[in-house]
């Protein structure tokens, strides 16, 4: 048993080594590590009751006492957006998790084995493109009332079309490479030549995907929390923003309940971009550089 | 004796219009990368199959182990249709027979070991236990000459020069002791050295392992070299076949004979000389299923092969020519 874990330690040992080859990287992960540590001890670190209104004056500047300073009910904006992490992190990360899933495995799947299964699997992904978000986010919300999963299940379901058309056109071309007619030579079954050797080679578009999903999602959720179409109780990022913007925030010249917010969706889109820099040294021995 | 491999009036013709272009023009044209290929392969020959490129050597090559579909005809491997085979058969079928790529760049996935590909085929066909699996990488890597081994376990394939990417090549192939080999073209991507090298290795893995092969080639000079038996195909056809030694040295087909003066006399005084009529345009214009295929570039053509097709006659023992002007 020991050794098994011995044998995993070293393995991760290794590819931590050939992550941390890359800077930026780095700086992805600990980006990342940071908005987990504020999402997970929120209660701890946050100084104030993120819905306790009133607390000093609505739209105090940033200070001592509010560092963030305060929103239109006066609420402290850096306990809000503290707070606040725990749903960008939530959102931003099943939503794209569900949509790359499927655009992936569809999107493999169709462009391997083409013939009918293709036209098939690509007209269900031409009805899913057309499909608009925003009547269907209002009928969800209709039916099982507005809640962070339809939010998840929406923007999930909604956001694979594009990766999977992506997804076929790289397999069409990959499949056609030697190497792959060499493992059909070999014996090779369909499912390890897809998911040991396609699924691997289509990895920089994945890992795009899933940054691109997950700043989509965030900012649909606060889209959609926007229009009252999100759970109204729990704090989001965007809905700091759409509430100030609401309350006449511009014109009052309050520009930190929406900056700092927008900054931070910002910076967890860099940290997540940032971290597949290092993820592509795994997938891609290529990259890496020699020693 | 049975042969180990066989082809009985294999054809494979390539649709050239598809789509809309099809059904606007209504009929299909096509194009017969491999036309009546009847050939015999027995166990522990050495085979060479010469023609130019676009003569559909590299089809057969495919066709011979189940890469792409046949138009019509039979392949027999062990004398089982190879094309009937299913599920554990095919499996073996798989083991037995094995090939090599001409581009050793894009015949390895450039994300995995040279250890992991190796393993993989292996893997694959459930040999051995984990610790017998590594010795049997490290055996195939030495058979290969790319010594130490254990240099070139690690190794990812962009690590590697050409010719020790092809030598892992033909290791992933050889790792399953397969009975029967197509090496593609496997040294017209290298470079000069490099080439021999290569060649001398094939050269000692074939006795060692007892290989019977088909090497794929358009250098009727490497023949040589390789091979006891040789094919010459043009246009999907087998012009002549025989063995290696009496092809060169008595061509009697015409097309034969144009590609021996293709060979370069290492001689600065001799002055090349070109067949008188040969006009290369006519050979990929138009593709004539009426006559033989090498009417247009022919110098000895009659009104004959225009008009009917040679077909692959024994000359002389162990002879076969496709040409109405040859006589047995």
């Given amino acids: ?291 | 004796m049975r042969p180990l491999v066989e082809t009985v009036n294999l054809k494979k013709y390539f649709s050239v219009r598809r789509g809309v272009a099809r059904l606007l023009k209504g009929r299909v044209k096509y194009v017969p990368a491999v036309d009546d290929v009847n050939l015999k392969i027995y166990e522990g020959e050495r085979v060479s199959l010469v023609g130019e490129s676009g003569s559909g050597k590299t089809t057969l090559g495919r066709l011979l182990l189940r890469l792409i579909t046949l138009t019509s005809g039979e392949i027999y491997f062990e004398g089982k249709n190879i094309m009937l085979l299913k599920g554990k058969e095919l499996k073996e079928f798989r083991q037995k027979a094995q090939i090599i790529f001409q581009d050793p760049y894009t015949a390895l996935d450039l994300r995995q070991t040279i250890r992991g590909a190796l393993e993989e085929a292996l893997i694959i066909h459930n040999l051995y236990s984990r610790e017998e699996r590594l010795e049997t990488v490290i055996k195939a890597l030495k058979s290969v000459g790319l010594v130490p081994p254990e240099f070139f376990l690690e190794k990812y394939p962009h690590e590697l020069s050409g010719g020790q990417r092809q030598r892992a090549v033909i290791a992933r192939a050889l790792i399953l002791n397969p009975k029967f080999l197509v090496f593609d073209e496997p040294l017209s991507l290298l470079d000069a050295t490099t080439r021999v090298q290569i060649l001398n290795m094939i050269n000692e893995v074939k006795e060692k392992f007892n290989l019977t092969y088909l090497f794929i080639t358009h250098d009727i000079a490497l023949a040589r070299y390789i091979s006891d038996k040789m094919f010459i195909m043009y246009q999907g056809k087998i012009m002549e076949a025989g063995l290696t030694e009496e092809v060169l040295k008595d061509p009697l087909h015409p097309y034969t004979k144009t590609l021996m003066m293709a060979i370069p006399v290492p001689d600065p005084e001799t002055k090349i000389s070109l067949p008188p009529k040969v006009s290369g345009m006519d050979a990929y214009m138009v593709i004539s299923l009426q006559g033989c295929r090498f009417y247009p570039r022919c110098m000895y053509a009659t009104q004959q092969c225009k008009i009917e097709t040679p077909l692959l006659k024994e000359v002389e023992p162990n002879r076969l020519v496709a040409c109405w002007n040859i006589k047995s």
Avoid at chain 1, 18 to 24: E, G, L, M, P, R
Avoid at chain 1, 201 to 227: R, T
Wanted: aromatic fraction near 10%; hydrophobic fraction near 55%.
């Fill in chain 1, 1 to 291: 048993m020991s050794s098994i874990i011995k044998r995993a330690l070293k393995k991760f040992v290794k590819y931590f080594r050939i992550f941390s080859a890359s800077k930026v990287g780095i700086a992805g992960l600990i980006i990342i590590i940071v908005f987990l540590i504020l999402a997970l001890g929120a209660s701890i670190i946050a100084p104030y009751d993120p819905k306790a209104t009133y607390v000093s004056r609505p739209f105090t500047p940033p200070g001592f006492k509010h560092l963030l300073g305060t929103d239109e009910a006066g609420r402290d904006v850096l306990s809000q957006i503290i707070y606040g992490s725990q749903v960008a992190l939530i959102v931003g990360f099943s939503a794209a998790a569900v949509s790359t899933a499927i655009g992936t495995l569809i999107g493999l799947i169709s462009g391997y084995y083409g013939g009918a299964i293709d036209t098939v699997l690509m007209r269900i992904t031409d009805i899913f493109l057309i499909i608009p978000m925003l009547p269907l986010a209002i009928l969800l919300a209709l039916f099982f009332g507005p809640s962070l999963l339809n939010i998840i299940v929406l923007i999930g379901f909604l956001g694979w079309p594009g990766l999977a058309r992506q997804i076929r056109a790289q397999v069409l071309s990959l499949k056609e490479l030697p190497f792959v007619e060499a493992l059909h030579a070999l014996g090779a079954s369909s499912r390890r030549i897809i998911f040991f050797h396609l699924l691997p080679n289509i990895s920089g578009l994945i890992f795009a995907s899933m940054i691109g999903g997950s700043v989509g999602a965030i900012l649909a959720e606060s889209g959609l929390a926007f229009l009252g179409l999100s759970d109204p109780r729990i704090i989001s990022w965007g809905r700091i923003v759409a509430r100030a913007i609401g309350s006449g925030a511009l014109v009052r010249g309050a520009w930190w309940p929406l900056v700092f917010p927008g900054l931070c969706i910002a910076l967890l889109a860099c940290g997540f971009s940032f971290f597949s820099h290092g993820l592509m040294l795994l997938v891609s021995p290529f990259l890496r550089e020699r020693r």
